[in-house]
């Protein structure tokens, strides 16, 4: 919020500096019809690289998702193949343990 305040502050300062000061001296060397049509075109233009940005900005989102889904997809695979893994060799510890208990209940080190 400070961050927003402090931006706006700095905006309408240079705003009011450049409306007493810039834009007189600006006048005084260009008629002021030329000026306002300086200041359409320049708007304009401004419009429209801002609508290529958001369009370019909005291809390379779509992308960048599409990437993103694909890597965790392959993270998730993995991670469940892993812990697959790892629940058939509990399973087949358990097995042997179970094997060893049965084999020979005497024997306490190999329950190890």
């Given amino acids: 919020m400070l961050k927003e305040i402090s931006l706006l502050f700095i905006i309408y300062s240079f705003s009011i500096f ?3 000061y810039i834009s007189k001296i600006i006048l005084y060397f260009i008629p002021y019809n030329i000026y306002n049509n300086l200041i359409i075109s320049l708007i304009i233009l401004i419009q429209i690289d801002n609508y290529v940005l958001y369009m370019d900005y909005k291809n390379k989102e779509i992308n960048l998702i599409r990437d993103i ?3 965790n997809f392959n993270i998730i695979i993995n991670n469940l193949k892993k812990i697959s893994y790892e629940n ?3 399973k087949m510890n358990k097995i042997i343990r179970m094997n060893k208990i049965n084999k020979s ?3 306490l080190e190999d329950l190890r």
């Fill in 88 to 90: 058939k060799i509990t």
């Fill in 18 to 20: 450049y409306n007493n």
């Fill in 105 to 107: 209940c005497n024997n």
């Fill in 69 to 71: 889904n694909m890597e």
